[in-house]
Nanobody, 128 residues
Framework: QGQLVESGGGSVHPGGSLELSCALA????????WAWFRQAPGKELEGVAS???????SYADPVKGRFTISKDNVKNILSLQMTSLKPEDTAMYFC??????????????????????WGRGTQVTVSS
């Protein structure tokens, strides 16, 4: 398998938008549950959103209505469009994948355990 490589992080003012990308080299897309996670300094890892071809998408409550997870099968990219950003969205964001597709079926985003493939993360900072 190849690597997961995130990009697109940066600094933005509250209310702003960012789009994160995760390159999915060498993965068979339909076999996996894909997800975004985040970890703020001093806090635990948090599931943000998940996607797979059977279950569709799922979001954690804090980001519902503001974040959108999507996947481009031609470009092999997993994206996270983030709008109406808040200071509490500040964190390192990671993309991840698992062959355990049932992990994509939860109603409030992905669980933090069970994902075996991870990127190194991209930093998102929301401040005025």
């Amino acid at each position: 398998q190849g690597q997961l490589v995130e990009s697109g992080g940066g600094s933005v003012h509250p209310g702003g938008s960012l789009e994160l990308s995760c390159a999915l080299a060498h993965y068979s897309h339909d076999s996996y549950c894909w997800a975004w996670f985040r970890q703020a300094p001093g806090k635990e890892l948090e599931g943000v959103a998940s996607l797979d071809t059977e279950s569709g998408t799922s979001y954690a409550d804090p980001v519902k209505g503001r974040f959108t997870i999507s996947k481009d099968n031609v470009k092999n990219i997993l994206s996270l469009q983030m709008t109406s950003l808040k200071p509490e969205d500040t964190a390192m964001y990671f993309c991840a994948a698992t062959l355990a597709k049932q992990l994509c079926r939860g109603p409030r985003g992905p669980p933090t355990r069970g994902f075996g493939y991870w990127g190194r993360g991209t930093q998102v900072t929301v401040s005025s």
